[in-house]
């Protein structure tokens, strides 16, 4: 029996170091979402509420309608579920309709779409089956397009880009068997040898991985003379010799999601396919998803209004106590949640989608706030619906029309929204990666003060530098146009709630600095607390998403007054979970649950577990990905 995979022995402030070196440090633009977090209300950056050119819409619209009518006709969801695998001839049609060179550009085979209108796609697409929404979401937004586009050579793109854009499926691999989201434990290895890469390692859950045809890899190259080495990424032929695709994974939900775990033995990878130079891998992953991860909300903004169809038509026929179920304030005010909801991620993904075509402003932050928000909301509205449906909402859709009754597969969408939360960084790691975000002028103007590393100097230094932004920052925070009453009156009826907004953003950074001052270097440690802080943030930032496109829909719709109805329920509801959360930052039991979980980890509270039986067996927690040559069977598929 081999010897145990050796990580990379790292401590926890060499972690933090790896992930802070790969984060994009410089901020070239303006960002709505970081001058929000630091007080400053910048409507002028969203509003009026940017808008796709001509040409990009005639292109967008039409197809979309082509994609439409496949979703319709050869897009069997139901059959998906049933199988849990994607049919070969529905790969092969969206190949057909040019579906895996959405984001491509024309020059090699794309249908160059706008970021709007991708996301448009993905969410028809994820309509009709979330696992085809996913293939073509992880081909595109974090699969070999994405990098290539930001950092390929020419050569790369010339031979690349034109298989992915027709024929080529991608996948993106990063995550390995121990670890997750501290990739300084990378084990994964490329040897430098002669123009050659040699890679050995073992990656886990790679989406589209059972099914594509070239990888993205991310592995550790050793420093030596001549290569500065690190984290490095690679464009890898899947059928290459060495690769071995050793198991499909199978999931609570997504059933038909191609996602396996590969192991690379002694692959050969030429120098030309690295991907940026050695020890950028990071930087290129995170950069990638700076975009990449709006493609997640916007599934989620798709699945919302499935959501809302569904609990309108069925809380209109459903009858109980006299009338329907829907005219009884107990559903109703779940009816106003899902539809002000989907309202608002739609005008947060539009707006961000929108930012990222027009590429004026950073929208690091807002696509990750539209990450979290989307993919938490997503599911409460989705689990809303089970509640509204009853019985029939936890009933699969195959048992319903067994019966007689209308398939709808409100259970299989609460499975398959729930991996939402953990894909492309978990809640957790989102609050974390957008705090770090958020308080980046403060690091970069007193960082070095309490940095225990640094020197009296370098403290000084620091304290000089912090001493005259915050002369200058924090008057600012005392008053603002939220305090005058006629501010925003454009907005009619919206204008109060956006200058809530204002205000309550100056709140948040005065929030923010209070809670610095108290806990210095500490603060990285208050998670609970950064995530409330990033929790009111991507409340605010949907509140204003949600004004601005009503108030674009205002003069542009049919639908004006119902869209401001909608803000404006959103708005009241949005307002009611930031009060909450500002009142949990101080009022809280962060402290006793710290306790209690120690006491939990160091085995205080086992009697508590008798009385049960674990059918969970006696396997490891973490699989063997110790290097070496394959004993599995290749499951990999390609699709003709």
């Known amino acids: 029996m081999s010897a145990p995979t050796q990580r990379p022995k790292v401590t926890e402030r060499e972690a933090r170091q790896v992930a802070e070196a790969a984060r994009e440090r410089d901020w070239r633009k303006p960002s709505f979402a970081k001058e929000l977090f630091l007080g400053r209300f910048r409507l002028d950056l969203v509003h009026p509420h940017p808008l796709p050119a001509a040409e990009d819409v005639r292109r967008g619209e039409a197809f979309l309608a082509v994609l439409r009518e496949f979703c319709e006709t050869r897009i069997d969801g139901a059959r998906i579920e049933r199988e849990a695998r994607i049919p070969d001839e529905t790969i092969a049609g969206l190949k057909e309709l040019g579906a895996l060179g959405m984001k491509i550009d024309p020059a090699y085979g794309g249908l160059g779409l706008t970021q709007l209108y991708y996301n448009r796609a993905l969410a028809l697409v994820g309509s009709a089956s979330p696992a085809v929404g996913a293939l073509l979401s992880a081909h595109q937004s974090i ?15 010339d031979a690349f880009l034109p298989r992915l854009a027709r024929t080529d499926l991608s996948a993106f691999l990063l995550t390995e068997p121990d670890v997750g989201s501290d990739p300084a434990r990378l084990a994964t ?12 390692g073992v990656k886990l859950w790679t989406t589209n991985g059972v099914v594509a045809d070239l990888l993205v890899v991310m592995a550790r190259v050793p420093a030596s003379e001549g290569h500065r080495g690190g984290i490095t990424a690679f464009v890898v032929e899947a059928d290459a010799p060495g690769i071995t695709v050793e198991h499909r994974n199978a999931f609570m939900g997504l059933r ?11 692959v050969r990878v030429p120098a030309s396919h690295r991907i940026g130079p050695e020890g950028a891998g990071l930087k290129i992953a995170l950069t990638t998803l700076n975009t990449g991860r709006l493609s997640l909300p916007a599934a989620c903004a798709g699945a919302a209004k499935w959501c809302l169809k569904i609990a309108r038509e069925w809380s209109g026929e459903r009858e109980q106590w006299g009338r329907p179920i829907g005219r009884h304030e107990a559903v109703s005010t779940k009816i106003s949640f899902i539809a002000a909801t989907a309202f608002a991620l739609e005008a947060v993904v539009d707006l961000a989608s929108q930012m990222a075509d027009e590429d004026r402003n950073d929208i690091r932050i807002e696509a990750a706030l539209a990450k979290l928000y989307g993919s938490e909301k997503a599911w409460l509205i989705a689990d809303e619906l089970v509640q509204i449906r009853g019985g029939r909402g936890y009933e699969t859709a195959d048992s319903l029309a067994a019966r007689g009754e209308r398939a709808v597969p409100a259970e299989q969408l609460l499975r398959d929204l729930r991996i939402n939360r953990i894909f492309e960084g978990s809640t957790e790691i ?27 100097a370098d403290k000084a230094k620091a304290g000089a530098r912090a001493g005259g932004f915050y002369a200058r920052w924090l008057p600012q925070l005392v008053t603002g146009a939220g305090q005058l009453p006629g501010s925003y009156g454009e907005f ?10 204002e205000r309550t953003s100056r709140k948040l950074a005065r929030s923010t600095f209070y809670a610095m001052s108290r806990w210095q270097g500490r603060m990285e440690l208050k998670q609970a607390f950064l995530g409330r802080i990033v929790d009111i943030g991507a409340e605010l930032f949907a509140m204003s998403a949600a004004c601005v496109r009503a108030e674009l829909l205002r003069t542009t719709s049919d639908h ?37 979980s120690d006491g939990v980890l160091a085995d205080r509270y086992t009697w508590l577990e008798a009385g049960i039986v674990d059918p969970s067996g006696k396997g490891p927690w973490i699989a063997d990905a110790t290097p070496g040559p394959t004993t599995e069977q290749n499951v990999h598929r390609r699709i003709p």
């Open 143 to 157: 699969g070999v397009p994405q990098p290539l586009k930001l950092f390929g050579t020419q050569e790369q793109k």
């Open 189 to 200: 290895t490329a040897v430098p040898d002669g123009d050659a890469y040699v890679l050995d």
């Open 256 to 266: 038909g999601l191609e996602n396996g775990v590969t192991r690379f033995h002694g």
């Open 430 to 456: 989102m609050h974390l990666l957008i705090a770090r975000e958020a308080v980046d002028a403060h690091l970069s103007v007193a960082g070095d003060l309490i940095d225990p590393e640094k020197s009296l």
């Open 492 to 501: 009619g009826a919206l204008a109060g709630h956006l200058r809530y907004v």
């Open 560 to 596: 004006g007054p119902e869209a401001q109805q909608l803000a404006d329920v959103f708005c009241h509801q949005a307002r009611l979970r930031v009060d909450e959360l500002f009142t949990r930052l101080w009022s809280n039991t962060d402290d006793l649950d710290r306790r209690v």
